[in-house]
């Protein structure tokens, strides 16, 4: 069942937070590089913005495998309204997990901590409730496979599905950076002994 076409600020309501990740993106590169790492203001602010991009992980790839997986099973779960350009959907769909785990590869600084963890899970309830929001405001939820459930038992597991996904990619992401450093620690250390035995021949 599609969904019909609405106009006015529920027509496309995820528009608003295609951009995020990639602001985030920025404003993680060039703020941390900018500061002198030695100073305190630029350590708080390394720490903060590590948490914030680690926290933003788990719900763009929560989104992204969701969406692909209704894909896959039953395309009409997700026919989205024809006023929404076509690059949305890639971009809200694959973008912002591309943008969230190259940051979270690329980036020395992130480290998965344990208040990344409470942000992610904070981040992915505050989608869940803004969801909400969208039903109450326009009448329809903005993903239309909670549309075609019954509701409130349709929102509630798929919010829970949601929730376990995202602890999951979580979990994955701090293993993942953990070797990560690893690798680098090992790679820092083998380049200092050998400078040291060049310095000595």
């Known amino acids: 069942m599609a969904v019909r076409p609405r106009r006015g600020p529920g027509a496309c309501p995820n528009a608003r937070l295609t951009l995020a990740p990639v602001l985030k993106q920025a404003f993680s590169s060039c703020q941390v590089k900018l500061l002198h790492r030695s100073d305190p203001a630029a350590r708080r602010l390394t720490q903060l913005v590590d948490d914030w991009a680690c ?21 009409t779960l997700v026919v989205e309204s024809a006023l929404r350009p076509e690059w949305l959907s890639p971009v809200m769909h694959v973008g912002n997990s591309l943008a969230a785990w190259g940051d979270a590869l690329l980036v020395r600084e992130r480290t998965f901590s344990a208040r990344a963890g ?41 919010s829970c599905v949601g929730h376990a996904l995202a602890g999951a990619v979580f979990m994955g992401g ?28």
């Open 55 to 75: 926290a933003l992980v788990p719900l763009a790839s929560s989104v992204t495998v969701l969406f692909y997986a209704l894909l896959t099973a039953n395309p």
């Open 174 to 201: 701090r293993a993942l950076a953990r070797m990560l450093l690893g690798r680098r620690a090992a790679v820092t250390a083998t380049q200092a002994v050998r400078r040291a035995r060049a310095k000595a021949a």
């Open 118 to 158: 409470v942000g992610a899970v904070a981040v992915t309830s505050g989608y869940a409730v803004w969801i909400q929001v969208v039903r109450q405001v326009t009448g329809q939820y903005p993903y239309p496979v909670l549309n075609l459930l019954p509701h409130p038992q349709g929102y509630v597991a798929l």
